[in-house]
């Protein structure tokens, strides 16, 4: 069972292309078995969250909160880790920060 603040390892499709390939995802939520996910990145010149190798990252990364996209629960392979409390903290408060504009 997938939960929000999972970290999973799913096939993405190419921003300009069919082609897909493995990357790893932050799961925001899951409905009717699609999953909504925000990307992550090992370019750490990028903005967004840092992820780092102690929170279970394979290398520091970064959580792309402007990479927001729904992929099928079948794309999942499998589930790498889960981030902490604080972290799950971190990634809503910005979140809102970015729906805010929505409010006006």
Partial sequence: MLKAGD???AQVQFTDTFET???PVLVLFEEYD???VAGITSNTLMKGIL??????A?????IKLNYI????KMMIQKTLFSLTKE???EVHTELIKKLYALKA
Avoid: W
């Avoid at 992820?51 to 279970?56: A, H, I, R, V, W």
């Avoid at 394979?58 to 970064?62: A, D, P």
């Avoid at 996209?69 to 099928?72: D, L, M, V």
């Fill in 7 to 9: 970290v999973v390892l």
């Fill in 21 to 23: 390939k493995v990357r």
């Fill in 51 to 56: 992820l780092t190798k102690k929170e279970g």
């Fill in 87 to 89: 972290k799950k903290n």
């Fill in 69 to 72: 996209f729904t992929i099928s």
């Fill in 58 to 62: 394979i290398k520091e990364s970064i």
């Fill in 34 to 36: 699609n999953v909504v």
